[in-house]
Nanobody
Framework: QVQLVESGGGLVQPGGSLSLSCVAS????????MAWYRQAPGKQRELVAD???????NYADSVKGRFTISRDNAKNIVHLQMNNLKPEDTAVYYC???WGVGLYWGQGTQVTVSS
């Protein structure tokens, strides 16, 4: 059984910063991809950023230059540093872990960007 637990969401003013973390536990395949997705009200869930075990990263165009994804393979933790936040970044952010046929989601954490 694999579990993902996110933390770090909250309310921040435009231009501010937040850091999200996700800890994975259980029987995890050594080579995997960890990712952050988000879903705003009335919109589809979308990829924000992902990172492979080897450290290769991929970002949505809307967050390039503002968000940074990183991971600690030994601890199965993925982080998302979010800077210069905008109101349109408001969403529930979900952590995802995947390898081969394995696909797991966290419960989500709310990020609200508002003055």
């Amino acid at each position: 059984q694999v579990q993902l637990v996110e933390s770090g969401g909250g309310l921040v003013q435009p231009g501010g910063s937040l850091s999200l973390s996700c800890v994975a536990s259980g029987n995890i395949f050594r080579s995997n991809v960890m990712a952050w997705y988000r879903q705003a009200p009335g919109k589809q869930r979308e990829l924000v950023a992902d990172i492979t075990t080897g450290g290769r990263t991929n970002y949505a165009d809307s967050v390039k230059g503002r968000f940074t994804i990183s991971r600690d393979n030994a601890k199965n933790i993925v982080h998302l540093q979010m800077n210069n936040l905008k109101p349109e970044d408001t969403a529930v952010y979900y952590c995802q872990l995947t390898w081969g046929v394995g696909l797991y989601w966290g419960q989500g954490t709310q990020v609200t960007v508002s003055s």
